[in-house]
C-alpha cells in the first residue's frame, strides 16, 4: 500500500506532502483526495447496505421466514458490514 500521509513531530496529526496534491479553485485534488474519497464512498455504501438489509430482514420476519437461507445469508452480511464500520468508528472515521 502506498502511504501518502506522513506523521508531525506531535505523534497525533499527520501531513501529505505538497507534491502529492494539486491546488484547484474548488480546493484541492490528487491521489490522496481520491483515496480519501474512496474510503468515504466505501462507508456510506456500507451504511446504506445496512439498511438495505435491515428493511429485507423485517420483511422477511413478517413473512416468518427468519429460518430461510436467504435470511441467514443477510444476517451473516449484516454482521460483516456492521463490523467493518465499527473498525472505521474505532479509527475516528466516522
Do not use: C, W
Amino acid at each position: 500500500m502506498i502511504r501518502y500521509t506522513r506523521p508531525l513531530e506531535d505523534g497525533n496529526n499527520y501531513f501529505i506532502p505538497e507534491d502529492r496534491i494539486v491546488r484547484i479553485p474548488a480546493g484541492y485534488t490528487g491521489e490522496p483526495i481520491n483515496r480519501l474519497a474512496a474510503y468515504e464512498n466505501l462507508q456510506q455504501d456500507l451504511l446504506n447496505d445496512l439498511e438495505k438489509i435491515s428493511q429485507e430482514m423485517a420483511g422477511l420476519r413478517e413473512e416468518g421466514k427468519i429460518k430461510s437461507v436467504h435470511f441467514k445469508e443477510l444476517m451473516s452480511q449484516k454482521m460483516i458490514d456492521t463490523r467493518i464500520i465499527s473498525l472505521f468508528q474505532s479509527y475516528g472515521l466516522e
